[in-house]
């Protein structure tokens, strides 16, 4: 059974846009709004060159990195061809326009300062 912890309302979060979470020394967790009002929650890292993917700009279900323009799937994390890699991916819950991520996975999920996957 997943223990959820609040974030914020969805309202906080801009559309086309995220939010970040920090996470004491760990590398932050980024809350992604999407035009549909879908959200997702990703490392805020690229895999490529380790970009903050919070600053991005979303469009459909993705990201474009501002670093180098890689486009990273929101849903998995992964960079779309030709580039490869993948972020970690966090579980989001919204429930009457709260969002809520896994707490258990924001403790456990990519602990590392320099946000590589642990």
């Avoid at 309302?9 to 004491?24: Q, S, T």
Wanted: hydrophobic share 40%; charged share 25%.
């Amino acid at each position: 059974m997943s223990n959820w912890k609040s974030i914020c309302r969805i309202d906080d979060i801009p559309v086309l846009g995220a939010r970040r979470v920090a996470r004491g020394q760990a590398t932050a967790v980024a809350v992604f709004r999407n035009a549909e009002d879908k959200v997702f929650a990703l490392l805020d890292r690229c895999p490529h060159k380790g970009g903050p993917l919070s600053q991005g700009i979303v469009f459909g279900e993705s990201v474009a990195c501002p670093l180098h323009n890689w486009t990273i799937g929101l849903a998995d994390g992964c960079a779309k061809a030709p580039d490869a890699g993948c972020t970690t991916r966090f579980s989001v819950k919204v429930d009457n326009g709260v969002v809520h991520l896994d707490r258990d996975e924001l403790d456990q999920l990519a602990l590392d300062p320099a946000g590589q996957p642990a």
